[in-house]
């Protein structure tokens, strides 16, 4: 009995080890299920799962349409440590907002783009007139 409760332990410590990909993390940061990150890509769900549990990097064919429908980069996605930062000392106060808005969750990325997009419509007709 012993035995079987040492084991026991063991693999649940195992698990608790175990990292979460990075595209679950990616994933739930965006507010996606994998059914609808799966249809946003057009690929089936089981894909989605079987990347997010072997840890696998996605098909090259897929990774680009992976990034946007998370609102990240390639880079981002495949967790490169090498890849440059995009905040600098240099970046416009409107690109650092945009930066820090691609951490939200997808639906509030939809709202910030959609208040965007009528202010800049209104500023475009305010120039017209």
Not at 3 to 13: K, P, R, W
Not at 63 to 86: C, H, Y
Not at 89 to 94: F, G, I, K, P, T
Request: aromatic residues 4%.
């Amino acid at each position: 009995m012993q035995a079987i409760s040492n084991f026991t332990q063991y693999v649940l410590g195992m698990a608790k080890s175990v990292p979460v990909s990075r595209l679950r993390q990616l994933r739930l940061s965006a507010g996606l299920t994998m059914r609808e990150l799966a249809r946003q890509i057009g690929e089936d769900h089981s894909n989605v799962r079987y990347w997010e549990s072997s840890g696998k990097i996605p098909r090259s064919d897929v990774l680009m349409p992976i990034a946007t429908a998370l609102g990240v980069t390639v880079e981002q996605l495949l967790g490169s440590d090498t890849a440059k930062s995009r905040t600098s000392a240099s970046q416009s106060r409107l690109g650092l907002c945009f930066t820090r808005a691609q951490q939200l969750s997808r639906k509030q990325q939809q709202k910030i783009a959609e208040v965007v997009e009528a202010l800049v419509a209104q500023a475009a007709s305010s120039k017209v007139a």
